[in-house]
């Protein structure tokens, strides 16, 4: 199966099985990634990895592992073990939390995208000063990302605010996978760190998450064409 030439990554977060394979029987694997989360992931477990590979979807495993290396090092070997395309540990967790990972991943020669979250994209200035952190997302995440640089990871996820900065710091390839992605039309509900799908790609993203903007829409299929034609494709 050829790889997806596409950034586009469709968050499918829905409370279970029947519900994500409905919206994913919409979706063309040659043109989207998937991407499942915690809420789908616990509800349905590692079936509804083996239904999207069954329809040829590379697909994104977002558990945002964060414990202690040896626990993350196991979590992160079960999770490639599934075979998808791509898992992701915080990068909060620290530098020895991130290279027990790489280390268990290169040992077992998983080739999973192994990424580190920076700062959530839901998170203002306001929310880091409130666990503890007095500076901006910006060189929070300048941070984190330089860290999980260090520590063996193939790219962060992080806001398309952030994209351009982290190209400089980081290089062009450097995964730079980046949720809250918002067409302009539309409102930003939990999300704080936002940019349109054009302009994401613009300042440098390498992959955009896209949820609600999608799967909330009233015609989802048109929704996800707007925003093809937004990034000319
Ligand atoms: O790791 C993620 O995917 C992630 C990190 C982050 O900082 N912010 C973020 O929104 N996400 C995920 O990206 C998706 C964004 O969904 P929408 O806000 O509905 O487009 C959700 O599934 C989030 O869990």
């Not at 290396?69 to 992160?76: D, E, S």
Request: glycine fraction near 8%.
């Amino acid at each position: 199966m050829p790889r997806p030439d596409t950034p586009l990554i469709i968050a499918l977060d829905y409370p279970d099985l029947d519900q994500a394979l409905v919206m994913a029987d919409r979706l063309d694997p040659a043109r989207c990634r998937v991407k499942v989360g915690k809420e789908l992931f616990t509800r349905s477990g590692p079936q509804i990895l083996e239904a999207l590979h069954a329809r040829g979807f590379e697909v994104f495993l977002d558990l945002k592992f964060h414990d202690i290396p040896n626990t993350v090092a196991g979590a992160v070997e079960a999770a490639a073990d599934h075979g998808v395309w791509m898992i992701n540990v915080h990068a909060g967790g620290g530098r020895r939390m991130m290279e027990a990972a790489r280390e268990r991943l290169d040992k077992r020669r998983l080739t999973t995208h192994l990424i580190a979250v920076t700062v959530l994209t839901s998170m203002s200035r306001e929310d880091l000063a409130e666990v503890g952190v007095d500076d901006d997302p910006l060189s929070q995440v300048e941070r984190l990302a330089a860290l999980s640089q260090r520590s063996g990871m193939d790219g962060v996820v992080c806001s398309a605010q952030e994209a351009t900065a982290l190209r400089a710091l980081c290089g062009d390839t450097f995964l730079k996978v980046t949720p809250g992605i918002r067409p302009s039309a539309s409102n930003g509900d939990d999300q704080r760190r936002t940019l349109t799908p054009a302009r994401a790609l613009a300042a440098g993203s390498t992959h955009l998450v896209i949820g609600r903007p999608v799967t909330q829409a009233l015609d989802p299929m048109a929704a996800l064409a707007d925003i093809e034609h937004e990034i000319g494709r």
